[in-house]
């Protein structure tokens, strides 16, 4: 027997939804989604979903992570119920659902505790320069060592746990059988979704945000690999040097962007940013523009006198590390791509 929580769109509100109770299923947003079929109501079952407070099924769906937020539904429909924010809505939630600490749901309905994360971490990072009498070598070494170190223990201790709820919520508790060879050969559906987002290029309107997502998410991944592997910092190769400044200055150009379509609102996916829409896409770019400075004030020499740029650069490392990555927006990428694979299991 389904379980009904009467409580549960009061509790989507804390997530970012406004206008769902204007929703009185006329099926205009069915009718125009791209990927709706005859099979799959697509969004009208998660709206139903919604209105019964079924927090069940909708934890063992996908269809939130299949919606790109063209926006098209919300454009179309008669009562402004705008279905496009109800599936981000619902993406944050499960997201909340998704992880096994529960800070995520925490942070994403509190912004007072938001900013007070972002607060002890910056007084953390000055507090360790302090005590090393803000010695630069030393907080370079230790920044570069905190990157490998956060890496490895956010996705084993945070992020791996929370996709083993994802596929037990999505795969293991409705019973789909999958055969081990299934998983195996699905594999490529993972990293094609999560290098490429193709299931994006479905809305009709959505080619150069696409576009603008794959660059950004290549230069993102290579920024991170070529600081952490290939010692940008401390490497002596011109091909590094140049390789560094080039990507840097990517992820900074295409989040500057980013943050214009966000002021300006002219889109779905921007029309109703949240905090944690903000954060993601500020920090990004803080950390393109203060790696590329961080780098060329020390091509320059003038870096020892400008410790606070690298104290700058390393606080915005560690406030993405310890609270973007594993508790924010961050996540919505990796979580999308393994939806992805799972739908792809379910055959």
């Known amino acids: ?6 409580d549960f769109v009061s509790e989507l509100y804390k997530y970012g939804e406004k206008d769902f109770s204007a929703c009185y299923n006329c099926g205009n947003c069915t009718a125009i989604c791209s990927l709706s079929t005859a099979e799959s109501s697509f969004p009208r079952e998660m709206v139903r979903y919604t209105t019964l407070g079924l927090e069940d ?17 919300t454009t179309d429909c008669p009562r402004q119920a705008d279905p496009s924010e109800l599936m981000m809505s619902l993406r944050r939630w499960l997201m909340a659902q998704y992880d096994w600490t529960g800070l995520s749901g925490l942070l994403y309905k509190s912004l007072p505790l938001s900013l007070v994360a972002f ?12 005590q090393h009498q803000f010695n630069l070598e030393h907080l370079m070494e230790v920044g570069h060592l905190f990157e490998m170190v956060a890496i490895g223990s956010v996705g084993v201790v945070i992020l791996l746990p929370n996709i083993a709820r994802m596929w037990y919520f999505t795969i293991l508790k409705p019973g789909v059988k999958v055969s081990f060879v299934k998983y195996v050969k699905s594999l490529g559906e993972l990293f094609v979704h999560m290098f490429t987002q193709k299931r994006a290029l479905g809305c009709d309107d959505n080619q150069f945000r696409w576009f ?6 290549l230069a993102y991944l290579s920024l991170l690999f070529t600081t952490v592997f290939l010692d940008w910092f401390s490497t002596e190769s011109l091909f590094v040097h140049v390789l560094g400044y080039v990507l840097s200055g990517l992820v900074f150009i295409i989040t500057v962007d980013f943050v214009r379509h966000r002021i300006q609102k002219k889109q779905a996916v921007t029309k109703n ?29 003038w870096l020892e006198s400008n410790k606070w740029l690298y104290i700058f650069h390393f606080t915005i490392l560690v406030q993405w590390a310890l609270i973007i990555v594993p508790f924010g927006k961050w996540t919505h990428f990796l979580y999308r791509s393994f939806a992805m694979y799972f739908e ?3 055959g």
Request: one cysteine or more; proline letters at 4%.
């Open 1 to 6: 027997m389904a379980r009904v929580n009467p």
């Open 212 to 217: 603008e997502h794959f660059i950004l998410v």
């Open 119 to 130: 607060v002890l971490t910056l007084a953390g990072v000055l507090f360790y320069a302090m």
């Open 344 to 346: 792809k299991l379910k």
């Open 273 to 301: 940013s949240q905090p944690s829409d903000w954060f993601f896409v500020v920090w990004l770019l803080l950390m393109g523009l203060t790696a590329f400075l961080v780098k060329f004030f020390q091509d320059m020499s």
């Open 57 to 73: 099924e909708i934890k063992s769906s996908l269809k939130p992570w299949q919606c790109y937020a063209c926006g098209e539904c």
